[in-house]
Nanobody, 124 residues
């Protein structure tokens, strides 16, 4: 079992930067690839990006490519989502999750052990 706790969300202005954190506990963190997703009210959960276990490979949704970066610190069992040039969107909640089983890039069914999420609000 893995427990994930996201933090770092809040209210920022359009164009600002923000860093989200996801701290994991319960298993050897470096063994697992991690993903970030977001979900706005009334919408489906949307894939943001993924990072492999040693942090050497990342994969991003086209909608955030070039603006968002995922990194991890395995010594701290933490994965980060660095967000730049934030756009005013419908107050999504950002979630991290552990990649499990066969990976279908961008598909939430490839992930489990979701955290509780952290909300990001970008004002225009």
């Amino acid at each position: 079992q893995v427990q994930l706790v996201e933090s770092g969300g809040g209210l920022v202005q359009a164009g600002a930067s923000l860093r989200l954190s996801c701290v994991a506990s319960g298993r050897t963190f470096s063994n697992y690839a991690m993903g970030w997703f977001r979900q706005a009210p009334g919408k489906e959960r949307e894939f943001v990006g993924d990072i492999n276990g040693d942090g050497g490979r990342t994969y991003y949704a086209d909608s955030v490519k070039g603006r968002f970066t995922i990194s991890r610190d395995n010594a701290k069992s933490t994965v980060y989502l660095h967000m730049n040039s934030l756009k005013p969107e419908a107050t999504p909640v950002y979630y991290c999750a552990v990649r499990v089983g066969i990976w279908f890039p961008g598909n939430s069914t490839s992930y489990a052990y979701w955290g509780q999420g952290t909300q990001v609000t970008v004002s225009s």
